[in-house]
């Protein structure tokens, strides 16, 4: 009980010197800015892309976050989450850090007296959106779409960025939960927003005629690809192929994992000797993804390796004698740019942002004609000199996109969201 009652009053005592802090602060910020004259943009964010395995949107805003700072000194990121916890719920995993970078989570401890879910549901209703408003962030970057319904206590000005439209374009390959969640939030952050991102110009294009955005509150920022991931570490894994072609991304409808199973078959056919590494966990709908990849003819030379983390697929990729993308639409590509990186040839669908990511360093392919795909494959495969100019040129075209660029030019949208002058160049095109 005395242990119960200490732990208890020191969550509290914890709390309200954050609720102090926070006012303190945000006077201390209004100070010098008003006396001294100093430059600051609070920025709050949405991490909640962090807490599940990390894919395209969550690197996406984990590169960005960890150059913000440096992009444009006068930024302070305010990172949001879960604010408050229940003792078994784990802690929060790494998130890039910085100086100008605060992260707050309260932990609600083991032998809390006071009713666990009672007490929660309290603090995020009530403590939650005052800490959120106390803080008086600048402008609320959305790195995911739009903002979650808790963190609405902490925007003033709002930059959200759309990825891509796919439950728009094809509403068919998006699953039900997503479709739901962006058909009821997203309409209202378009409308609601003072800037928007788009990852590409495909998906600017798709804002423009799906959803009747003016292309004027659009700024395109391409994204980078890490220099380390292509140097990355990693004992390759054991088991795999001499040669193997590679796809990597979630096994879901948009991605075409059909037709990719029915062209490499057709490939093996056609004289085509290595195998196929599927990189990726299974996402939802995946019975005729699953059903195509048990009867395929050429089972044994497909392997299904989950997802991986950086250092593993860098390393498989490393290996690879191509990467194989026939999705049907991308909002950006990232698996293909990073392909280019480590210095193996993509072969990728000629639509939505692909082209624009891959330019002339790759082979493209109408995804819907798996004859085409396979054609492909083997005329790669057959022309050594095509896979070394197509290797080389893509390494060349992946060292243009970098993430410095793209934290350059989301500080200056950032900037002009909150009302203050620019400092760079508020869009960044490859």
């Known amino acids: 009980m005395a242990r119960g009652l200490r732990v208890t009053l020191t969550f509290f005592g914890h709390l309200l010197r954050d609720i102090l802090g926070t006012l303190a602060a945000r006077v201390r910020r209004r100070y010098r800015s008003a006396v001294l004259g100093e430059e600051t943009l609070a920025v709050g964010v949405d991490i909640f892309p962090f807490f599940e395995r990390m894919s395209g949107v969550g690197w996406y805003e984990w590169n960005l976050l960890a150059r913000l700072p440096e992009a444009d000194p006068a930024i302070e990121l305010r990172l949001y989450a879960h604010t408050f916890a229940a003792p078994e719920e784990p802690a929060a995993g790494p998130v890039p850090t910085a100086l100008r970078t605060r992260f707050r989570v309260h932990h609600l401890p083991h032998g809390f007296l006071l009713p666990i879910r009672a007490t929660l549901a309290f603090l995020r209703a009530t403590v939650e959106p005052l800490l959120l408003f106390l803080d008086g962030n600048d402008v609320f970057f959305a790195p995911n779409f739009f903002v979650p319904r808790r963190h609405l206590a902490a925007v003033r000005a709002l930059v959200p960025t759309v990825h891509d439209l ?62 380390g991931f292509a140097a990355a570490g990693g004992a390759p894994l054991a088991g795999l192929p001499p040669r193997y072609l590679l796809f990597v991304s979630t096994l879901e409808p948009r991605k075409n994992v059909v037709a990719l199973l029915d062209a490499f078959a057709r490939a093996v056919t056609g004289g085509y000797p290595g195998g196929l590494i599927l990189v990726g966990r299974w996402g939802w709908r995946t019975d005729a993804a699953q059903a195509a990849l048990a009867r395929s003819p050429v089972r044994d030379r497909i392997r299904h390796l989950d997802y991986l983390e950086r250092p593993a697929l860098a390393a498989v990729m490393r290996r690879a004698e191509a990467l194989v993308f026939p999705s049907l639409l991308e909002g950006f590509g990232l698996p293909v740019l990073e392909a280019m990186a480590c210095g193996i040839p993509v072969i990728v669908s000629g639509v939505s942002s692909l082209p624009e990511v891959a330019g002339d360093a790759a082979l493209y392919v109408d995804p819907a004609d798996p004859g085409e795909i396979a054609a492909a494959i083997v005329r790669l495969a057959a022309d050594g000199a095509l896979a070394a100019r197509l290797a080389a040129e893509g390494r060349t075209r992946a060292a243009r996109f970098r993430w410095e660029e793209a934290a350059a030019a989301t500080a200056a949208v950032l900037r002009r969201a909150a009302g203050m002058p620019g400092r760079s160049a508020d869009a960044y095109r490859v």
């Not at 939960?177 to 495909?202: C, K």
């Open 166 to 227: 796919a439950f728009l374009r094809l509403p068919e390959t998006v699953q039900r939960e997503t479709l739901d969640n962006l058909r009821r939030h997203l309409p209202g952050a378009l409308f609601g927003a003072d800037a928007l991102i788009a990852v590409s110009g495909a998906t600017a294009r798709d804002l423009e005629e799906l959803a009747g955005v003016n292309p004027r509150r659009v700024h395109v920022i391409h994204e980078g690809v890490d220099p």
